[in-house]
């Protein structure tokens, strides 16, 4: 589709006949064209407004905001990355021909739903002398070269010429995920970051501790001290000893803050969140003495309760960069409605004399059943089971951010809630008529819903849960839940107008495109053959797809067209995952069942597990294993196989052939056991390392 074409999309569906409307972008930017194009490849420098280059956003989410000049050293990265333009960065009072000029202007024109003043808004100027960003602040400028970058892509770096003015609707857009029941690695949230981040999202909230559903009709409080509960956060605090018993699955202080300032750095605040007083078991672990009868329930009366959380909460609250932290409080036990409100108020009143946060909850008692929490408090709405949040918390002077069950999902299986956002609830979710919005917190009954300009709305995240445990999803499954509908959604949490086959035309266009991220796992290939190793060499490992990516051997030799592994040598590639829809073959001959056939930093394929000789693929420290073991000094070909959210592994040897599925066992609520498919990466990092045997024919190809 030509460029012409594409800009003509969003006026045809804005019904006007002379201007564009708006770039069709994600979300939608309004703009008004005047004649010509301008082409990036002419742009010879970017320039940052010296007078503000050191100027940062006061008004928003985080506690370090990024200056200009920081924004726009990440934006020369981005450009390189997704475009392939090398730009020079410098500093300047004035735009010169050809350049791409960054400034900050105070104006007016940015304002929110509520007509009230944003940060976040900007203005895009494009023209036959180059392009402008005028930022509301560095912020707002941030979110204009989002436009721009979105825009080349489209156009095939092409630019209409014209102007034009944004501003978010809403100040909270994005994300939460569930990192209490399920580990994720913080490159892992930087890289979330980066994919909210060029959609213009700019909260992340993580969920730092929770625990498996505590069955109390079933469960003796023995079994209760046993079920999987965790604590994210790594403390030395002697005072905490105990507390987090998994230091292998959690965040140091220096990890946490270097994902909170690269999430920064591209306009994202992470909102920290510790759970309390339900949904507490880690803690109930540690000091039993401290629970009700439900060991996830804490017994706010117990005079050490509220002492026990102002000491963790003291000791962490150093460590969290947003000006808005979250305490949980959700789904407490019913029948203690003072004790609950007691319980957030003081936690309330702890946390901002101690700091300069505000506090935010979960949705649990209303004021009508007796909850009476101070006003500074913001609620988080997830389920009408819960509250109303117009009528039990707006029309009672609290701030509400939507987090509603319509986009509630969990992780791999439910037989409640999704597992992938809903895209046609997304563009008609309205019950009013047309596209979803942050003030639709129900989508089917309007009256439940405010209206659109109303303030005490504080905007909208999607949620993905892990209800069901740390093996039930592997990380980067979690990124899948989110990876086709989390942008169109951001369109509606920013106010944009994109129409669905719009969306569904440009996505995966600009999908390719979104910098500081590889999610996806992809990997650059010529052909559909990305890897092949024949050992037709005793000095070196070729790789024969022509695409160079040739092996090195760490002390094993190769013989016969096929490398020996013995003595802890190994073959290092220089790749280190595929996602999906992905087919690594070869042949191997085993002398031991032991070893790992292949490592990298998404999961590992082995040679047996533990006292079990089964293959078994490793992904977030949870074995998924295969009822097979490969027989011992006899070559078998094997083909491993990633297709969608499955992975295959079929065998043949001695004629037969055999294919089998790799499946997690995932336990229900101590009820049942559910088996369910896993999606797992190719892991490409090295080969062989603790294997002992040969293998020949390693071929990796994209399907």
């Not at 934006?75 to 021909?97: C, H, M, N, R, W």
């Not at 969990?410 to 597992?419: E, H, L, R, Y």
């Given at each position: 589709?030509?460029?012409?074409?594409?800009?003509?999309?969003?006026?045809?569906?804005?019904?006007?006949?002379?201007?564009?409307?708006?770039?069709?972008?994600?979300?939608?930017t309004?703009?008004?064209?005047?004649?010509?194009d301008?082409?990036?490849?002419?742009?010879?420098q970017?320039?940052?407004?010296?007078r503000?280059?050191?100027?940062?956003?006061?008004?928003?989410?985080?506690?370090?905001?990024?200056?200009?000049?920081?924004?726009?050293?990440?934006?020369?990265t981005?450009l390189k990355?997704?475009?392939?333009?090398?730009?020079?960065?410098?500093?300047?009072?004035?735009?010169?021909?050809?350049?791409i000029?960054?400034?900050?202007?105070?104006s007016?024109?940015f304002?929110?739903?509520?007509?009230?003043?944003?940060?976040?808004?900007?203005?895009?100027?494009?023209?036959?002398?180059?392009?402008?960003?005028?930022?509301?602040s560095?912020l707002?400028?941030?979110?204009?070269?989002?436009s721009?970058?979105?825009?080349?892509?489209?156009?095939?770096?092409?630019?209409?010429?014209?102007?034009?003015?944004?501003?978010?609707?809403?100040?909270?857009?994005g994300?939460?995920?569930?990192?209490?029941?399920?580990?994720?690695?913080?490159?892992?949230?930087?890289?979330?970051?980066?994919?909210?981040?060029?959609?213009?999202?700019?909260?992340?909230h993580?969920?730092l501790?929770?625990?498996?559903?505590?069955?109390?009709?079933?469960?003796?409080?023995?079994?209760?001290?046993e079920?999987y509960?965790?604590?994210?956060?790594w403390?030395?605090?002697?005072?905490?000893?105990?507390?987090?018993?998994?230091?292998?699955?959690?965040?140091?202080?220096?990890?946490?803050?270097n994902a909170?300032?690269?999430?920064?750095?591209?306009?994202?605040?992470v909102?920290p969140?510790?759970?309390?007083?339900?949904?507490a078991?880690?803690i109930?672990?540690?000091?039993p003495?401290?629970?009700?009868?439900?060991m996830?329930?804490?017994n706010i009366?117990?005079?050490?309760?509220?002492?026990t959380?102002?000491?963790?909460?003291?000791?962490?609250?150093?460590?969290?960069?947003?000006?808005?932290v979250?305490?949980?409080?959700?789904?407490y036990?019913?029948?203690y409605?003072?004790?609950?409100?007691?319980?957030?108020?003081t936690?309330?009143e702890?946390?901002?004399k101690?700091s300069?946060?505000?506090?935010?909850?979960w949705?649990?008692?209303?004021?009508?059943?007796?909850?009476?929490?101070?006003?500074?408090i913001?609620?988080q709405h997830w389920?009408?089971?819960?509250?109303?949040?117009?009528w039990?918390?707006?029309?009672?002077?609290?701030?509400?951010?939507?987090?509603?069950?319509?986009?509630?999902?969990?992780?791999?299986w439910?037989?409640?809630?999704?597992?992938?956002?809903?895209?046609?609830i997304?563009?008609?979710?309205?019950?009013a008529?047309g596209?979803?919005?942050?003030?639709?917190?129900?989508?089917?009954?309007?009256?439940?819903?405010?209206?659109?300009?109303?303030?005490?709305v504080?905007?909208?995240?999607?949620?993905?849960?892990?209800?069901?445990?740390?093996?039930?999803?592997?990380?980067?499954?979690?990124?899948?839940?989110?990876?086709?509908?989390?942008?169109?959604?951001?369109?509606?949490q920013?106010?944009?107008?994109?129409?669905?086959?719009?969306?569904?035309y440009i996505f995966e266009?600009?999908?390719?495109?979104?910098?500081?991220?590889?999610?996806?796992?992809?990997?650059?290939?010529n052909?559909?053959?990305?890897?092949?190793?024949?050992?037709?060499?005793?000095?070196?490992?070729?790789?024969?797809?022509g695409?160079?990516?040739d092996?090195?051997?760490?002390?094993?030799?190769?013989?016969?067209?096929?490398?020996?592994?013995?003595n802890?040598?190994?073959?290092?590639?220089?790749?280190?995952?595929?996602?999906?829809?992905?087919t690594?073959?070869?042949?191997?001959?085993?002398?031991?069942?032991?070893?790992?056939?292949?490592?990298?930093?998404?999961?590992?394929?082995?040679n047996?597990?533990?006292?079990s000789?089964?293959?078994?693929?490793?992904s977030g420290?949870?074995p998924?294993?295969?009822?097979?073991?490969?027989?011992?000094?006899t070559?078998?070909?094997?083909?491993?196989?990633?297709?969608?959210?499955?992975?295959?592994?079929?065998?043949?040897?001695?004629?037969?052939?055999?294919?089998?599925?790799?499946?997690?066992?995932?336990?229900?609520?101590?009820?049942?056991f559910v088996?369910?498919?896993?999606g797992?990466?190719?892991?490409?990092?090295?080969?062989?390392?603790g294997?002992?045997?040969?293998?020949?024919?390693?071929?990796l190809k994209?399907?």
């Amino acid at each position: 589709m030509k460029l012409e074409h594409l800009f003509q999309l969003g006026l045809a569906f804005s019904g006007l006949a002379v201007s564009y409307a708006r770039l069709l972008t994600i979300p939608t930017t309004p703009f008004n064209q005047l004649s010509g194009d301008y082409s990036l490849n002419e742009v010879k420098q970017i320039i940052v407004d010296s007078r503000f280059a050191n100027s940062v956003d006061k008004e928003g989410q985080t506690l370090i905001p990024p200056t200009l000049k920081q924004f726009a050293e990440t934006f020369q990265t981005d450009l390189k990355t997704s475009v392939g333009l090398d730009i020079s960065l410098s500093e300047a009072k004035q735009p010169t021909p050809d350049s791409i000029f960054i400034t900050i202007q105070k104006s007016t024109d940015f304002k929110d739903v509520a007509g009230r003043p944003t940060s976040e808004g900007y203005k895009l100027d494009i023209s036959n002398q180059g392009v402008v960003i005028s930022g509301a602040s560095p912020l707002g400028a941030w979110w204009g070269t989002r436009s721009l970058i979105q825009t080349a892509v489209v156009g095939g770096l092409k630019l209409p010429q014209g102007s034009g003015t944004d501003a978010p609707g809403w100040g909270s857009r994005g994300a939460f995920l569930d990192a209490g029941r399920n580990y994720f690695p913080p490159e892992f949230l930087i890289e979330m970051c980066s994919y909210l981040s060029f959609f213009k999202q700019n909260v992340f909230h993580v969920h730092l501790s929770d625990n498996l559903y505590v069955n109390t009709e079933i469960y003796t409080q023995e079994r209760m001290k046993e079920i999987y509960a965790a604590f994210r956060l790594w403390s030395d605090d002697p005072e905490l000893a105990g507390l987090n018993k998994r230091a292998n699955e959690s965040y140091t202080r220096s990890q946490f803050d270097n994902a909170q300032r690269q999430c920064a750095r591209r306009g994202v605040t992470v909102i920290p969140e510790i759970e309390a007083p339900g949904h507490a078991l880690v803690i109930g672990q540690w000091k039993p003495e401290l629970t009700l009868q439900d060991m996830s329930m804490l017994n706010i009366s117990h005079l050490d309760t509220i002492p026990t959380m102002k000491k963790i909460w003291k000791s962490f609250l150093p460590w969290f960069h947003s000006k808005t932290v979250h305490i949980g409080a959700d789904e407490y036990e019913k029948g203690y409605v003072q004790d609950y409100t007691r319980f957030v108020n003081t936690m309330d009143e702890f946390i901002r004399k101690e700091s300069s946060h505000s506090m935010r909850i979960w949705g649990t008692f209303t004021p009508s059943q007796g909850a009476n929490v101070n006003k500074d408090i913001s609620y988080q709405h997830w389920e009408f089971s819960q509250d109303n949040a117009y009528w039990d918390y707006i029309k009672n002077g609290y701030n509400v951010l939507n987090t509603d069950s319509t986009f509630y999902m969990v992780g791999k299986w439910s037989d409640s809630f999704p597992q992938t956002l809903n895209k046609s609830i997304i563009f008609n979710g309205n019950p009013a008529g047309g596209a979803f919005a942050p003030n639709v917190f129900d989508a089917k009954n309007a009256t439940n819903n405010p209206p659109r300009s109303n303030p005490k709305v504080q905007g909208h995240l999607a949620a993905l849960w892990n209800d069901y445990g740390p093996n039930s999803t592997t990380v980067t499954e979690a990124y899948y839940s989110f990876r086709n509908g989390l942008p169109a959604l951001g369109d509606k949490q920013w106010g944009g107008d994109l129409k669905e086959h719009e969306y569904d035309y440009i996505f995966e266009r600009l999908h390719s495109a979104i910098p500081g991220q590889n999610l996806d796992r992809a990997i650059r290939s010529n052909s559909k053959t990305i890897l092949s190793y024949k050992f037709d060499s005793t000095s070196k490992v070729k790789d024969h797809s022509g695409n160079g990516y040739d092996g090195t051997i760490r002390g094993c030799k190769i013989n016969r067209s096929a490398i020996e592994f013995s003595n802890n040598c190994y073959l290092k590639t220089p790749l280190t995952s595929k996602g999906r829809n992905y087919t690594l073959s070869f042949s191997v001959n085993p002398s031991e069942s032991t070893g790992t056939l292949f490592e990298g930093p998404d999961s590992a394929l082995l040679n047996g597990y533990g006292s079990s000789s089964n293959v078994t693929f490793m992904s977030g420290g949870n074995p998924y294993s295969l009822n097979y073991t490969l027989p011992l000094n006899t070559w078998t070909d094997v083909s491993l196989s990633g297709k969608g959210d499955h992975t295959y592994m079929k065998v043949s040897s001695s004629g037969k052939s055999e294919t089998m599925e790799f499946l997690t066992k995932m336990g229900i609520n101590g009820e049942r056991f559910v088996w369910e498919r896993m999606g797992i990466e190719a892991p490409l990092e090295t080969v062989g390392k603790g294997f002992k045997g040969m293998m020949r024919d390693i071929v990796l190809k994209d399907e």
